[in-house]
């Protein structure tokens, strides 16, 4: 006889979970299912793969958790506090060089439109979509290049190509 699965044990479960994630309680089968008001044994969590996977998963963090906890006993709190100055230190770098190449991107982009080359922008842009939609989303494209884009598209739908005189 095959019972089913409440979505309320799962939360539940998911919540055990946490706690003990929280409280750096050894995570295992067996204790999940003390704490666990529907779950009678372990085998009740390792034979079901999705429950037997939230685990792993929860098993996996914990690990992680403990090894950023043992790095942090080692180093005094001085050298963390440096390392984290550090980094972020790094993080604000790193946010200025993409917004400078961000700026850069889209005056380039503005003055090869005004220059008269909005044409073959727009053919570039046209191929390679997946960029310019990509671009579009970081607002990196000047309001003139988001136009034309768009109406070569949309010309291209509507209209074959035009055949020229004498050919």
Do not use: C
Request: no cysteine; proline share 2%; net charge positive.
């Amino acid at each position: 006889m095959v019972r089913k699965r409440s979505d309320e044990a799962d939360t539940q479960l998911t919540a055990i979970l946490e706690s003990l994630l929280a409280e750096n309680i050894n995570i295992s089968a067996r204790e999940v299912a003390k704490r666990h008001p529907e779950v009678a044994s372990a085998s009740t969590i390792t034979r079901d793969r999705a429950r037997r996977e939230l685990l792993e998963i929860y098993q996996l963090r914990q690990v992680e958790l403990n090894k950023w906890q043992d790095r942090l006993k080692k180093g005094s709190k001085a050298e963390v506090a440096t390392k984290l100055e550090q980094q972020q230190s790094r993080i604000e770098q790193l946010e200025r060089n993409e917004e400078i190449l961000l700026r850069g991107h889209v005056s380039l982009i503005a003055v090869m439109a005004e220059l008269g080359g909005t044409t073959k922008l727009s053919s570039y842009y046209n191929r390679f979509s997946e960029l310019r939609d990509s671009l579009a989303q970081l607002n990196a494209l000047p309001e003139s290049a988001r136009k034309i884009s768009g109406i070569a598209a949309k010309e291209r739908k509507k209209s074959p190509p035009k055949k020229r005189a004498g050919k």
